[in-house]
Nanobody, 127 residues
Framework: QLRLVESGGGSVQAGGSLTLSCVWSGSPGNYGTISFAWFRQAPGKEREGVAAIYTGEGQTFYAASVKGRFTISQDKAKKTVYLQMTGVKPEDTAMYYC??????????????????WGQGTQVTVSS
């Protein structure tokens, strides 16, 4: 069982930057590696995959809506996954969730692939 705690959300003006953190604990078991992802959900909308990273080889994947603006990264020593958000837009406003799954889940950022979730951190972008 992996436990996740997000932080770093807040209010930011359009065009600004924000970095979210996801500290994880627990064990991936026999897999030894973990796939992490960031999702977001705005009021009245479905949860959307934003970015993903595989700790084994460091591959990263992004939704088209954030590619070139957001960067997902990891610090293995700190057991932390980051989402650096730059050039934010009002449409980036949402609750952001960190998710994890032991092993490699592939390059698709789908919420059904992940079984461990954090409590979320709110990001609000004003115009």
């Amino acid at each position: 069982q992996l436990r996740l705690v997000e932080s770093g959300g807040g209010s930011v003006q359009a065009g600004g930057s924000l970095t979210l953190s996801c500290v994880w604990s627990g064990s991936p078991g026999n897999y030894g590696t973990i796939s992490f992802a960031w999702f977001r959900q705005a009021p009245g909308k479905e949860r959307e995959g934003v970015a993903a990273i595989y700790t084994g080889e460091g591959q990263t994947f992004y939704a088209a809506s954030v590619k070139g603006r957001f960067t997902i990264s990891q610090d293995k020593a700190k057991k932390t996954v980051y989402l650096q958000m730059t050039g934010v837009k009002p449409e980036d406003t949402a609750m952001y969730y960190c998710a994890a799954e032991p092993g490699w889940v592939g390059g698709a950022i789908r919420n059904t692939l992940y079984t461990s979730w954090g409590q979320g951190t709110q990001v609000t972008v004003s115009s």
